[in-house]
């Protein structure tokens, strides 16, 4: 038997541009990616200006002329409109064109479904599906009839959402005790990092910034890496060496976007809580990006929103190689190209700098005879002088002020 290739699902992208929206160019380009990053071929985008989205169907009656009358010279699949739609309007415009109709939110979603590699990102993609689609299961004609599934139909599947609210609601509740419980594990685990004192680093940044680049040239390991966005859902946790026995562990995770549908704010609370507990947060930005300056703008935002605006916070301009002038809008910062022979080293070095600014000086005199006590130290302290070529000699570095006390043994020997 002969396996035929499933053909690509053809999609038309729709938006409406509104007077005051400067982002909407950027956003409409990220709509194609993320729609090609589902599967789906994209045949052609349409915009329409308006004062206000149509309350009935999102876009005025010449628009939607227009657009069934592609959809049907073309054969199209699926109509993906570049906002949040609300039931009625969803229900509205695939009555009106005969195809299935998703909103950006739900193309979102889908990725995220793709995406999910662990049994945890799994649940939490499966919770913010159904919260997303509760309120929409009542008048659903098309998208919840038609068994042919493709892109906005991944997770959950659609014969579980034709159940009743009640047989979703009791499935919602279900999913939130499972993951309440692998976050007391998580939080049990956190805890045990947090009594070692060891530094935290966090890694954020737009989606396909080159996180999970920067986490594999830091820590020598394999952690998924590809130009597509939203390569890495699942929260990582690895030990870097920074500079003689000092170390740190470092943690990606998901990549933000502008527009994050707030049920996957909510649903991957526990995956990034992982970053709201670090010391220090490297931030990632694609700088051959044209839009990096907005992408920053959005991280900012989402990290405010998250509580996490006040964690000290490096920016790492990353790309390079692709770029001949950047204008620079975070600082401190570093330009590298993760590719490039001495990124590392580079990107090591901006760290300890940073480090030094957050941990607190110190400096004292000890005995040559009695320097293998130094190890005890390698763990919490940057050292910056320790000649040993007297019988005396001095010791000066930095250590956080949590850790002081393990100077003091060291300062008791001079007394």
């Known amino acids: 038997m002969i396996e035929t290739k499933k053909a690509q699902e053809l999609v038309l992208l729709v938006g409406v541009e509104l007077p005051k929206d400067s982002n909407f160019t950027m956003s409409m380009l990220e709509l194609s990616r993320l729609a090609q990053t589902a599967g789906a071929k994209v045949v052609d985008s349409y915009v329409q200006k308006k004062e206000r989205y149509d309350s009935k169907t999102f876009i005025g009656s010449g628009k939607l002329l227009e657009l069934k009358e592609r959809i049907e010279a073309d054969e199209i699949d699926t109509v993906i409109v570049n906002n949040r739609l609300t039931p009625r309007q969803n229900t509205n415009l695939e009555a009106a064109l005969g195809v299935k109709v998703i909103d950006r939110m739900q193309l979102i979603l889908d990725i995220f479904a793709l995406r999910a590699r662990s049994h945890e990102g799994k649940m939490q993609v499966h919770l913010a599906q159904l919260k997303y689609m509760l309120p929409r299961l009542a008048g659903q004609g098309i998208m919840l009839s038609r068994q042919a599934g493709g892109i906005g139909s991944r997770g959950p599947g659609e014969s579980q959402l034709e159940l009743n609210r009640r047989s979703i609601r009791h499935q919602i509740y279900d999913i939130e005790q499972k993951l309440k419980t692998i976050e007391k594990n998580r939080e049990t685990v956190r805890e045990k990092r947090l009594d070692a004192q060891t530094f935290k680093i966090g890694l954020i940044g737009y989606t396909n910034a080159g996180k999970s680049t920067i986490m594999n040239l830091l820590t020598d390991n394999s952690q998924y890496e590809a130009d597509e966005l939203f390569a890495t859902l699942d929260a990582t946790t690895k030990k870097i060496s920074l500079k003689g026995g000092f170390q740190a562990t470092l943690t990606d995770t998901v990549g933000f976007i502008q527009d994050l549908p707030t049920e996957l704010i909510a649903a991957f609370k526990s995956t990034l809580e992982e970053s709201r507990h670090v010391d220090l947060l490297l931030h990632v930005i694609d700088a051959s990006d044209p839009n990096h300056s907005e992408q920053e703008d959005v991280v900012l935002s989402l990290l405010t929103e998250l509580g996490m605006d006040q964690i000290p916070r490096l920016a790492v301009y990353n790309k390079m190689d692709q770029v001949e002038r950047l204008v620079a809008t975070a600082f401190p910062n570093v330009r590298l190209s993760a590719k490039a022979s001495g990124s590392r080293q580079l990107l090591k070095n901006l760290i300890i700098d940073e480090i030094r600014h957050l941990f607190v000086p110190f400096s004292f005199t000890m005995a040559a005879k009695d320097s293998y006590k130094l190890y005890e130290l390698d763990k919490f302290v940057i050292f910056d002088q320790v000649p040993r070529e007297t ?22 020997q001079d007394d």
């Open 391 to 412: 019988e005396v000699f001095e010791v000066s570095g930095y250590i956080a002020q949590e850790n002081k006390w393990r100077l003091e043994a060291f300062y008791d």
